[in-house]
């Protein structure tokens, strides 16, 4: 399969697109066929090594992980033994700002870790590029510990249309 792959940290210049085998998933994992991923400013850290602090978690002298990205939408195409919750055919998408190896044609990943099927009405595209802006609004949210009937203002971009919304919440 193709993937685009570094063994150490760079710039994206460096960054290449080559052949690699595709995963097999352990018992625990799906197979997915990924159909939609971003370059995001996680992805950018993860590349680079930059801040310094990203080398905590993923690699001190160089990537752990050689297939770049963090988050994707795609379709199972395979599951282990142990595997309850997915099917093959289902539509998903996840997010891991460790990195996921997502900019590639398949992934796996734990079926317990960061994925979910995706809504019915969402396009690969869509749900791909809310991954990493629904986890930091989640993890803000939680942080300003906001209680119930507390507004909040949720200010974005989200799909291929690139108007602004501003959207108040109850919580």
């Known amino acids: ?15 290449s ?12 994992e799906i197979l997915v066929r990924v159909y939609a991923a971003t370059v995001n400013r996680t992805d950018c850290a ?3 090594g930059w801040p310094l602090a990203i080398r905590a978690f993923t690699g001190l002298s160089k990537p752990k992980l050689p297939i770049t990205g963090t988050d994707f939408a795609g379709q199972v195409e395979g599951i282990g033994q142990e595997v309850k919750d997915f099917k093959i055919g289902d539509r998903v998408w996840g997010f891991n700002d460790n990195g996921l190896e997502s900019h590639a044609q398949y992934l796996c990943i734990a079926a317990s870790g960061n994925v979910i099927k995706m809504p019915e009405n969402a396009s690969y595209e869509v749900a791909a590029a809310s991954a990493e802006a629904a986890h930091y609004a989640i993890n803000f949210i939680n942080k300003l510990k906001v209680t119930p009937g507390q507004k909040v203002l949720v200010n974005g971009e989200l799909g291929l249309s690139a108007q602004r919304q501003y959207k ?3 919580i």
Request: aromatic share 12%; hydrophobic share 40%; charged share 10%.
């Open 17 to 28: 697109v080559g052949e690699v085998p595709q995963p097999q998933p352990k018992a625990n």
């Open 168 to 170: 108040f919440f109850t």
């Open 46 to 48: 993860v590349l680079t």
């Open 1 to 15: 399969m193709k993937a685009a792959i570094r063994y150490q940290y760079a710039p994206p210049q460096q960054l």
